[in-house]
T-cell receptor, first 111, second 117 residues
């Protein structure tokens, strides 16, 4: 069983709307959590990185939250644009360095 | 070159053939990694290298080998390809694997799409 579960698997949103992606993890001991954006046919690109002491971090229209107690994270996309169409991957790092990748949420933004 | 490059972009290979996927980075990063990405699964680590001259096994190393003769290059070899190795392969690098669990960010290449028939 994957130690990083993402939901939903996919979603379709209208341009200009907001959406929130979820990530639940069981990785322990926890070091940090990262959100990556992966455009079709490209490699993942880092959006945010948070340690256990950080509960929110923003990168433009992307805002990530982290609740280390409940082992949950979310990625909120504000005022979506067509260029936000991509797969969003949650990655959790254990203290000894191992990275555990979620399967990703495929986001499609339609005009 | 800026960042990480991978070659080829895509390849169709007959089962049983030998194949080497190339990866080069120009960021002088010490650590490099090879992942495979399959539909519905997260990226899985195949092999890694802490620094030039050292390599280690990841989560799914069987059927793959790597070498790290210098800082910049980290080729991945399939000695005798099998259909289950059909996947998208990503190379990544980071400043240091010793700090991999901390804020040390991994930078990914554009990927190689491999099909084994």
């Amino acid at each position: 069983k994957n130690q990083v579960e993402q939901s939903p698997q996919s979603l379709i949103i209208l341009e200009g709307k907001n959406c929130t992606l979820q990530c639940n993890y069981t990785v322990s001991p926890f070091s940090n959590l990262r959100w990556y954006k992966q455009d079709t046919g490209r490699g993942p690109v880092s959006l945010t990185i948070m340690t256990f002491s950080e509960n929110t971090k923003s990168n433009g229209r992307y805002t990530a939250t982290l609740d280390a107690d409940t082992k949950q994270s979310s990625l909120h996309i504000t005022a979506s644009q067509l260029s936000d169409s991509a797969s969003y991957i949650c990655v959790v790092s254990a203290s000894w360095g191992k990275l555990q990748f979620g399967a990703g949420t495929q986001v499609v933004v339609t005009p | 070159i800026a960042g990480i490059t991978q070659a080829p972009t895509s390849q169709i290979l007959a089962a049983g053939r030998r194949m080497t996927l190339r990866c080069t980075q120009d960021m002088r990063h010490n650590a490099m990694y090879w992942y495979r990405q399959d539909l519905g699964l997260g990226l899985r680590l195949i092999h890694y290298s802490n620094t030039a001259g050292t390599t280690g096994k990841g989560e799914v190393p069987d059927g793959y080998s790597v070498s790290r003769a210098n800082t910049d290059d980290f080729p991945l070899t399939l000695a005798s390809a099998v259909p289950s190795q059909t996947s998208v392969y990503f190379c990544a690098s980071s400043d240091s694997m010793a700090r991999m669990g901390s804020y040390n960010e991994q930078f990914f290449g554009p990927g190689t799409r491999l099909t084994v028939l």
